[in-house]
């Protein structure tokens, strides 16, 4: 018993003598401390983000804004800041419209020296944003875009995209399928534009891993008896032969309701049931454990999602650069940024570095369903000349893409 | 029937429990109030009773058996499986048969000797403790309470304390064994994991994965004095016999950083590339060296090659494919065989040194981490 006292009392001595400081200070003869302010943009009513989440009052889906994401990435920054001598810190704009995002972003250029702005916006916005500041010395992140356009027709030369393509995530499913042997595919298509993009990078991955699409039927959000073709799971999944349902929707409403619900028992894909993200919180291998915890830590009651994880690399991937060529000067952060020498911890296995034909972020892409990662794609059993990530998604030869 | 289950369940649980999780302050501990809020105080006196007398047995038995017949010589290997949450006791004079399986807290990762071999010390990271293994019985005797989710440790040059790096809280924790308090706290930059100690015990190396940086640490004073810039994702150490170098294994830049400890900066860069892989294969873990120091052994992960590094020259002299993503290495006592822990296809490689060749591969638990021999 004395022992133990005697031990509690040595502890809190020690404990009161050494007063850990700092983990990490400036390493003495460093350069003069150099500043490395980033932006962080979105539109206020961004109608990703309206009214979703909560229906009834109760809240299914983990959409919601990554800014948190970039936090957890910036207090890394920081951190390496003060051993190379950079002071990082963030700023952050939520508009009504692209053009006061334009003021704003000017602002920064002009007045502290903002070169990398994080964009939470929707494909339109970007591609807004993109264009009106062609001319200024600024490169953007696009956090939350799967559009396959913006990595294509529309692509712009000042855009980085870390968020996956439509085509990246279409082709790690259907990786997943192929190698399932599950080939005879059903399509399920919504009403939104975004759902016909989905179904039109289906058609292409199916076309690319040599799976078939056996008939892609419309679906409505209705109640009305007369439309009963188009809103009736078990007539849309008759008569007909299937190996695997995909749905493609974006509302949320309707996809969820699918699985089970099918003529025949088959699985389900896309929208629901199997889905190919960005991030899932389940994932818990490469270090993908602590970062959730991290993000948890700061963040709203939610856990960590596709934009959310791109969020954090975007930032990431800034800081890499600058610690790397140990330089603030846009030129140079740039360039390694779109250099081979990139190796971006993407917290799922390979390392990750830029498209140069489109600026896409090579990453691996998560298939998961609503409690666990039954895959990681690439599968093995793809193999790629130069790269495996690049079995994901626009490959040089065939991008549409024109810097 | 809903009866038994709910017994099930009650059971599991209290197995869990029966785990020694308690992070709780002691009164004692809350009369003081330094504001420091995450040291963790003794609370199992009855399980430090038994952990000195059976320390004091050892010793005792020590002195009047000059041979300690039954923890001695034996050349026992020990794996730790991640999943199983047990450590495989293999005896390469049976052919390599698992001769026991410890069970352990949850998720046995890092070990190591101490007290001459006579103990194992086994990091449990979903119990949040250390488990103490005496090495003549092979049985769990302790356990000492650590921070959440400990991986990597290293025992202090005196053996009084445990360095175990705490990847959730960001720091380096001193944990006194004797009393199974944490001492101290040291901030270190986000998900520290390798730990290196130098030879006179004066200087602790902590990699942190995030920050891609070697954390230099006075172990006396308990702060970082000055910081190392990398590869990607600097995972673990190898501190060389003349203590000028320190080799660091970077995991996703797949190299490894060779330190120069007088200067302490990066003074050469080590590339790997086994036959018929990719660089982005290449995921360099776990390190290993002859007792010479002459011949270091490099774990490249995903690239399921160990690769032989002579440590003069810097040059890769051989590859030696094993299982899957293999991270954890160890020697024989007589350095005529390597053992290599895969982590994914859940079984030890037995490398044989002279040919440098794969003889065989023994199945162990699941996700296999760390591999100890004893002499």
Known sequence: MIKGWLALAAAALAVRLVISPPAISAAAGSPQASAMKLGYVELADDPRYANRGAHSGIVFTDLGRPYQGSQV???????????????????????????????????????????????????????????KLADRPVMLFNISAPEDVLRGADCAS??????????????????????????????LQGPAPEDA??????QRSAKKFRAKIVGTRPFLLTNDPRNREQTNIVLMTGDVGYDVVYVADSSGE???????????????????????????????????????????????????????????EAVKAVTQAVMRTRSTAFDAVKAFLLSDKLTLDTVKGNPGSFRAWDHQLRAPVLLSTADAVIERAPLPQYLHEINVLDTLGIDAPETACRF | VDQAIKLAHLFNGGLKMAMPRVRAFSGTARLFNFGVTKIAH???????????????????LGFLLSAEAQAKDTGYVFVSNEKTNNIAVLDPKLDYRIIQWIPTSHRPRDMKFGDDRRLLYVACGDDDVIDVIDVATLKVTDHIPTGPSPEMFELSRDEKALYVSNEEGSVVQEISIADKIIMREIA??????????????????????????????????????????????????LLLPSGKELWVSNELSGQVSVIDRAANRVSTTIDFLPPGFRQVDVTPVGMTMTRDGKTAIVALGRANHVAFVDTMTKEVEAYVLVGSRAWGVALSPDEKTLYVANGLSDDLSIVDMASRTAIRAVPVGRVPHSVLADD
């Not at chain 1, 190919?276 to 856990?303: C, G």
């Open chain 1, 158 to 187: 000042n855009v980085l995209h870390i968020y996956p393509s439509e085509a990246m995530l279409s082709d790690a499913l259907m990786q997943y399928l192929v190698a399932k042997g599950w080939l005879q595919i059903l399509a």
């Open chain 1, 73 to 131: 990435a910036l207090e890394d920054a920081e951190a390496i800041g003060r051993v190379i001598g950079v002071d990082f810190s963030m700023e952050k704009s939520s508009a009504a419209s692209v053009d006061e995002l334009v003021q704003q972003i000017s602002d920064w250029i002009a007045k502290d020296g903002v070169r990398f702005v994080v964009a939470d916006l929707p494909a339109a916005a970007l591609t807004d944003l993109a264009r």
């Open chain 1, 254 to 312: 309707f996809g969820r309701y699918v699985p089970y619900e099918t003529k025949l028992p088959r699985p389900v894909v896309g929208s629901a049931g199997l889905v190919p993200t960005a991030w899932s919180w389940s994932w818990d291998r490469d270090a993908a454990v602590q970062l959730q915890h991290r993000y948890e830590k700061i963040s709203p009651p939610r856990r960590m999602n596709g934009a959310d994880w791109a969020a954090w």
């Open chain 2, 42 to 60: 003794k609370l199992r006196r009855g399980g430090d009773a038994r952990f000195w007398t059976r320390g004091l047995l050892a010793i005792t």
């Open chain 2, 188 to 237: 270190t930059g986000a998900e520290p994991e390798g730990l290196a100690i130098s030879a006179d015990g004066k200087t602790l190396y902590v990699t942190s994965e995030v920050t891609d940086m070697v954390h230099v640490v006075d172990a006396e004073a308990g702060v970082v004095t000055d910081n190392i810039i990398v590869g990607t994702r600097p995972r673990r150490f």
């Open chain 1, 197 to 202: 993009a989905m179904v039109a990078a289906l």
